[in-house]
């Protein structure tokens, strides 16, 4: 069964560019060129991944996605934007956002975050007693759900997407409100201390999750 895409673009041009792109990989694509057109599609359920411009008419991608996200719709999703400031990422991340993609974009580039979304979206991920669940945006420590906050987990969640490897401060700074290495240092403490994880600190780079012993 091939994914369902939900697609908002208002860029004609763009928009059948990436329909054509998308739908000759396999992709099954609906395009909505407005916030309202996608409310309306996404609220009908069904699909696997939602691609969202931002700056389109009527309702733009940021209010659309948190007010999915308040609606419990936990589909993943990526924008495409020519925003390029932090604060603007920010918000995009904070509205519920799984990753974005600057404009110009490499189409390939766009594909491999398609396919990787699609992955993780059934894909649970277990690092000793803790699981993320992407499907729900759930964590759980021992099998009970855990509340820390959106930034927390979600540093967490980068951290173990990345497992054993160094993650840059300025991809972690992504997914922060209002980055800065002193909040950055706070939100990992709330890591290590709800789930009782071991969160290395990479000088001048920025922080790593050990692999676990057990887990070679």
């Known amino acids: ?5 939900l697609l908002m673009e208002d860029d004609p041009t763009l928009a059948e560019t ?11 694509v609906t395009l909505t060129g407005d916030g309202e057109a996608a409310a309306d599609a996404a609220y009908d359920g069904g699909f696997d991944l939602y691609l969202f411009d931002v700056n389109v008419p009527r309702l733009n991608g940021f209010d659309l ?11 993943p999703t990526i924008f495409i934007t020519a925003l390029t400031d932090t604060a603007s990422l920010s918000k995009g991340f904070a509205s519920g956002a799984e990753d974005y993609i600057k404009k110009p974009f490499d189409p390939e580039e766009l594909l491999i975050r ?3 979304r699609c992955r993780r ?4 991920l277990v690092y000793g007693t803790v699981t993320y ?4 945006r759930t964590l759980y420590l021992e099998g009970e759900p855990v509340d820390m906050g959106e930034v927390p987990k979600n540093l967490f969640v980068l951290l173990l997407e990345h ?3 160094n993650v840059d401060k300025s991809l972690l ?6 980055p800065s290495d002193s909040a950055l240092r706070v939100h990992i403490n709330t890591v290590k201390k709800r789930l009782g994880v071991s969160i290395d600190s990479v000088r001048s780079v920025g922080y790593r999750l050990p692999r676990l012993k057990e887990s070679r």
Request: net charge negative; proline share 2%; hydrophobic share 40%.
């Open 65 to 75: 996605l948190g007010a999915l996200r308040e609606a419990e719709d936990k589909t």
């Open 1 to 5: 069964m091939h994914e369902r895409i």
């Open 18 to 28: 990436l329909v054509d792109l998308l739908e000759s990989e396999g992709y099954a």
């Open 133 to 136: 669940d992407p499907a729900s």
């Open 163 to 165: 497992l054993g490897q």
């Open 114 to 116: 398609i396919a990787a």
């Open 121 to 124: 979206k059934s894909s649970t």
């Open 173 to 178: 700074y992504d997914v922060m409100e209002n």
